[in-house]
């Protein structure tokens, strides 16, 4: 023992025992009964916390340094991922864990307008604190419906106060899983022989390349990527290579996605393995918002069995949790999230399609897109062209929401205007109001005047003119009865709270154009201007780059609301 470890054993420092939070014994052990024989990968770390977090209710500092040390993770590593994430309630030492209930009321844009500040407020003034905790929300992807809410895990459409108090006070918590096709309807009706067909060899991975690019399938959660092309990008970089399919649908206004999973899950799910086996990936990771309980059950309930029909392989499809963080919808921040960490996009290149999840080629779809492949290869590709107008090939599926008779999924051609969309697939506008405005692509894609609403919506074209984009075809309508100011606020407010923080251009962006549009009249425009172009030029991300969209419309359009 040389001099220097001589002074350490006398108590000069090391022998006082490691730094930071002391080991609960008790914590251990509740924490190890939760994880049984699971593997401690580090991927799963995520997983580990809700499990926690399902169990107890909150994730105590106990539980994070007890997980910390089965994990053999630092504890600032697991408790940086755990704050990260808006779904998970962090107990510290000395504070008051939440309350047994929580009630999350919605207070996106098309929830605004559906009075989401007078039912919180109603709430606020009518539940014991103690008993029932009250939070606002984002966009729940139910806007549909809204005012949306969630209470415990179960999901509440055109919510009201006195509706909500009385589910609490009946113990009407629980995740409801609405009416859809199983895997047996699904096959009675023809539903994986295509799939059986591709892994047979009757259709090549360039055959199914060459009909997904003449279909002229792109990307349908935002960026309109070409969908073949993208398979033909994979393909070309050596393996092993995994496939992701995002469906962390958190674009204010849109809902879609969870509406096909509710309803027919198997059409995406076949798509997705005809998809993995086209570009020859050995593993599939289902990415699924957790603002979507009845989904995630689902998806459990199915994926299990395609395991027990012997479809798939166990665990050849993995389904992964979200946990409230909009940032995880670009697929490298995603990727982040699958791999147990926190959601911060990635510099690019390399593009994820040659490195991406592990550091594998990757292939990254939204559900939507899959969910065509299978008609598309049934029906041929010029079938699915042809349903879209002149210059727009397909169909789309659009989520309506706002001020219209009949929102919802309105499955239109490509090329749509929102004029059409509103008095053709929706009944007109509601009663007492008419058309003033719109959303042409949730919170990213900007607010257009009714006078625009004869523009042709689809990617590119005469909407890229307006610095405006369809992105995952959410249309949120809007009346005289709606301040197009209130609505800029209300998605400013969206891309604040959803910063990752990582960049700076857009953490200190957003908070800075939201309190210069805050501030009263003269408007610093030539402040807003500077700062919407280093946005736009130096955000790491699609959520920098496209915050600004609203403002910049609102100053081009709504001057007069100023």
Same mark, same amino acid.
Request: charged share 25%; with cysteine; glycine share 10%.
């Given at each position: 023992m040389n001099i220097q470890d001589q002074k350490f054993r006398r108590g000069g420092g090391r022998d006082r025992g490691p730094k930071g939070r002391g080991l609960d014994d008790k914590a251990l052990h509740e924490v190890r009964d939760l994880l049984i024989d699971r593997p401690r990968r580090r991927d799963l770390l995520i997983e580990f916390l809700h499990l926690i977090q399902d169990h107890y209710g909150c994730l105590s500092a106990a539980h994070l340094r007890a997980l910390a040390e089965e994990m053999k993770l630092s504890q600032t590593e697991v408790y940086e991922v755990a704050s990260f994430y808006d779904h998970f309630d962090i107990v510290k030492e000395g504070e008051t864990p939440p309350a047994p209930l929580t009630i999350r009321v919605c207070d996106s844009v098309s929830c605004m307008v559906a009075g989401c500040e007078t039912l919180l407020k109603e709430l606020a003034a009518s539940v014991d604190p103690k008993a029932i905790r009250v939070v606002c929300a984002p966009c729940m992807g139910r806007c549909d419906t809204a005012p949306a809410a969630r209470l415990g895990d179960r999901e509440v459409d055109h919510a009201t106060s006195d509706g909500l108090i009385k589910m609490a006070r009946d113990g009407e918590t629980k995740t409801v899983v609405p009416s859809y096709v199983g895997l047996d309807a699904y096959r009675a009706a023809g539903g994986y022989r295509l799939l059986a067909k591709v892994r047979a060899g009757e259709i090549g991975a360039e055959a199914l390349i060459e009909t997904m690019q003449a279909a002229g399938l792109r990307g349908l959660g935002g960026a309109g990527f070409p969908a073949g092309r993208k398979w033909s990008i994979v393909r070309s970089f050596n393996g092993p290579r995994l496939m992701t399919v995002n469906g962390d649908e958190g674009e204010p206004g849109t809902f879609k996605d969870r509406f096909y999973l509710e309803s027919d899950p198997h059409r995406a799910l076949e798509g997705a393995l005809i998809a993995a086996h086209a570009v020859e990936a050995e593993r599939v990771y289902f990415y699924m918002r957790d603002e979507y309980p009845a989904v995630l059950e689902i998806l459990r309930t199915e994926i299990a069995a395609l395991?027990?029909?012997?479809?798939?392989?166990?665990?050849?499809?993995?389904?992964?949790? /979200?946990?409230?963080?909009?940032?995880?919808?670009?697929?490298?921040?995603?990727?982040?999230?699958?791999?147990?960490?926190?959601?911060?996009?990635?510099?690019?290149?390399?593009?994820?399609?040659?490195?991406?999840?592990?550091?594998?080629?990757?292939?990254?779809?939204?559900?939507?897109?899959?969910?065509?492949?299978?008609?598309?290869?049934?029906?041929?590709?010029? +079938?699915?062209?042809?349903?879209?107008?002149?210059?727009?090939?397909?169909?789309?599926? +659009?989520?309506?929401?706002?001020?219209?008779?009949?929102? /919802?999924?309105?499955?239109?051609?490509?090329?749509?205007?929102?004029?059409?969309?509103?008095?053709?697939?929706?009944?007109?506008?509601?009663?007492?109001?008419?058309?003033?405005?719109?959303?042409?692509?949730?919170?990213?894609?900007?607010?257009?005047?009714?006078?625009?609403?004869?523009?042709?919506?689809?990617?590119?074209?005469?909407?890229?003119?307006?610095?405006?984009?369809?992105?995952?075809?959410?249309?949120v309508v809007f009346s005289q009865a709606d301040s197009a100011r209130d609505i800029t606020l209300n998605l400013l407010k969206f891309f604040k709270h959803e910063s990752c923080g990582q960049c700076t251009p857009c953490r200190e962006g957003t908070a800075k154009l939201l309190a210069l549009l805050n501030r009263p009249a003269p408007l610093d425009e030539v402040a807003i201007r500077d700062l919407e172009s280093v946005m736009r030029d130096a955000s790491i991300c699609g959520l920098g780059q496209a915050a600004p969209n609203p403002v910049n419309h609102l100053l081009k359009y709504f001057r007069d609301e100023l």
């Amino acid at each position: 023992m040389n001099i220097q470890d001589q002074k350490f054993r006398r108590g000069g420092g090391r022998d006082r025992g490691p730094k930071g939070r002391g080991l609960d014994d008790k914590a251990l052990h509740e924490v190890r009964d939760l994880l049984i024989d699971r593997p401690r990968r580090r991927d799963l770390l995520i997983e580990f916390l809700h499990l926690i977090q399902d169990h107890y209710g909150c994730l105590s500092a106990a539980h994070l340094r007890a997980l910390a040390e089965e994990m053999k993770l630092s504890q600032t590593e697991v408790y940086e991922v755990a704050s990260f994430y808006d779904h998970f309630d962090i107990v510290k030492e000395g504070e008051t864990p939440p309350a047994p209930l929580t009630i999350r009321v919605c207070d996106s844009v098309s929830c605004m307008v559906a009075g989401c500040e007078t039912l919180l407020k109603e709430l606020a003034a009518s539940v014991d604190p103690k008993a029932i905790r009250v939070v606002c929300a984002p966009c729940m992807g139910r806007c549909d419906t809204a005012p949306a809410a969630r209470l415990g895990d179960r999901e509440v459409d055109h919510a009201t106060s006195d509706g909500l108090i009385k589910m609490a006070r009946d113990g009407e918590t629980k995740t409801v899983v609405p009416s859809y096709v199983g895997l047996d309807a699904y096959r009675a009706a023809g539903g994986y022989r295509l799939l059986a067909k591709v892994r047979a060899g009757e259709i090549g991975a360039e055959a199914l390349i060459e009909t997904m690019q003449a279909a002229g399938l792109r990307g349908l959660g935002g960026a309109g990527f070409p969908a073949g092309r993208k398979w033909s990008i994979v393909r070309s970089f050596n393996g092993p290579r995994l496939m992701t399919v995002n469906g962390d649908e958190g674009e204010p206004g849109t809902f879609k996605d969870r509406f096909y999973l509710e309803s027919d899950p198997h059409r995406a799910l076949e798509g997705a393995l005809i998809a993995a086996h086209a570009v020859e990936a050995e593993r599939v990771y289902f990415y699924m918002r957790d603002e979507y309980p009845a989904v995630l059950e689902i998806l459990r309930t199915e994926i299990a069995a395609l395991a027990k029909a012997g479809i798939i392989a166990s665990g050849f499809i993995e389904l992964r949790r /979200g946990a409230g963080a909009y940032i995880c919808g670009e697929e490298s921040a995603m990727l982040e999230s699958i791999e147990g960490k926190r959601g911060l996009p990635r510099n690019r290149p390399p593009y994820i399609a040659e490195v991406g999840l592990f550091g594998r080629p990757t292939l990254n779809h939204n559900v939507e897109t899959l969910w065509w492949v299978r008609d598309i290869v049934e029906h041929g590709a010029e +079938w699915f062209a042809a349903k879209g107008l002149p210059g727009h090939p397909g169909i789309r599926s +659009w989520s309506v929401s706002g001020r219209v008779k009949q929102p /919802g999924v309105k499955l239109a051609p490509a090329g749509i205007t929102a004029r059409q969309l509103i008095e053709d697939y929706c009944g007109g506008m509601a009663d007492g109001h008419e058309f003033k405005a719109y959303l042409p692509g949730g919170a990213s894609g900007g607010i257009l005047p009714a006078s625009m609403g004869d523009i042709a919506l689809d990617f590119g074209g005469e909407l890229a003119k307006l610095d405006a984009f369809v992105g995952s075809h959410a249309i949120v309508v809007f009346s005289q009865a709606d301040s197009a100011r209130d609505i800029t606020l209300n998605l400013l407010k969206f891309f604040k709270h959803e910063s990752c923080g990582q960049c700076t251009p857009c953490r200190e962006g957003t908070a800075k154009l939201l309190a210069l549009l805050n501030r009263p009249a003269p408007l610093d425009e030539v402040a807003i201007r500077d700062l919407e172009s280093v946005m736009r030029d130096a955000s790491i991300c699609g959520l920098g780059q496209a915050a600004p969209n609203p403002v910049n419309h609102l100053l081009k359009y709504f001057r007069d609301e100023l």
